[in-house]
T-cell receptor, first 109, second 114 residues
Framework: GQNIDQPTEMTATEGAIVQINCTYQ??????LFWYQQHAGEAPTFLSY??LDGLEEKGRFSSFLSRSKGYSYLLLKELQMKDSASYLC??????????WGAGTKLIIKP | DAGITQSPRHKVTETGTPVTLRCHQT?????MYWYRQDPGHGLRLIHY???????DKGEVSDGYSVSRSKTEDFLLTLESATSSQTSVYFC?????????????FGPGTRLTVL
């Protein structure tokens, strides 16, 4: 079957680093997306990984291992505004996205 | 921000009534999508469109139909609403095919079916 798994909730401290993991099992995998969604708002794009390795974009980095079916989103120098849900999505065999349920990140002062 | 709007933003309706949600974009993007988002579930694709009058089913299409008569508008219709269709509905657009390209999301429509 096709499946995306990510932790339901994580808590971290302002200024710290947090890593949000995502494991996926899809046929026809072509890439993995991370989106951010603040409560009551629409998702917004963070990153897209196709090749293995780490891609850095400011305070956010995303890693992909295709052989392990694994990705993570790394957030550095956490700020209160980073409190949000982080959605992982991978391509399925029909070239559509399968979405994880999201990880709610709570940032404490 | 991508020019994408949804209407209505909130709607309460009764079981058995028809409901139409509208998505409007000003970006001239080819691809448009309707998703629903429920607690404990990821976004689930209902229907998508890859051009005017070109649509296809997604993962959870039963009970929903769509139409796209113009590039800028994508309508989602619940022919006879049921309580299980209570959800937040998001429209999204992408310039290229969505599994390779960033999708831009509308603000969402919160639908309650009593």
């Amino acid at each position: 079957g096709q499946n995306i798994d990510q932790p339901t909730e994580m808590t971290a401290t302002e200024g710290a680093i947090v890593q949000i993991n995502c494991t996926y099992q899809t046929s026809g995998f072509n890439g993995l997306f991370w989106y951010q969604q603040h409560a009551g708002e629409a998702p917004t794009f963070l990153s897209y990984n196709v090749l293995d390795g780490l891609e850095e974009k400011g305070r956010f980095s995303s890693f992909l291992s295709r052989s392990k079916g694994y990705s993570y989103l790394l957030l550095k120098e956490l700020q209160m505004k980073d409190s949000a849900s982080y959605l992982c999505a991978a391509t399925d065999s029909n070239y559509q996205l399968i979405w994880g349920a999201g990880t709610k990140l709570i940032i404490k002062p | 921000d991508a020019g994408i709007t949804q209407s209505p933003r909130h709607k309460v309706t009764e079981t058995g009534t028809p409901v139409t949600l509208r998505c409007h974009q000003t970006e001239n993007h080819r691809y448009m999508y309707w998703y629903r988002q429920d607690p404990g579930h990821g976004l689930r694709l209902i229907h998508y469109s890859y051009g005017v009058k070109d649509t296809d089913k997604g993962e959870v299409s039963d009970g929903y139909s769509v139409s796209r008569s113009k590039t800028e508008d994508f309508l989602l219709t619940l022919e006879s609403a049921t309580s299980s269709q209570t959800s937040v509905y998001f429209c999204a657009i992408s310039e290229g095919e969505g599994s390779y390209n960033e999708q831009f999301f509308g603000p969402g429509t919160r639908l309650t079916v009593l």
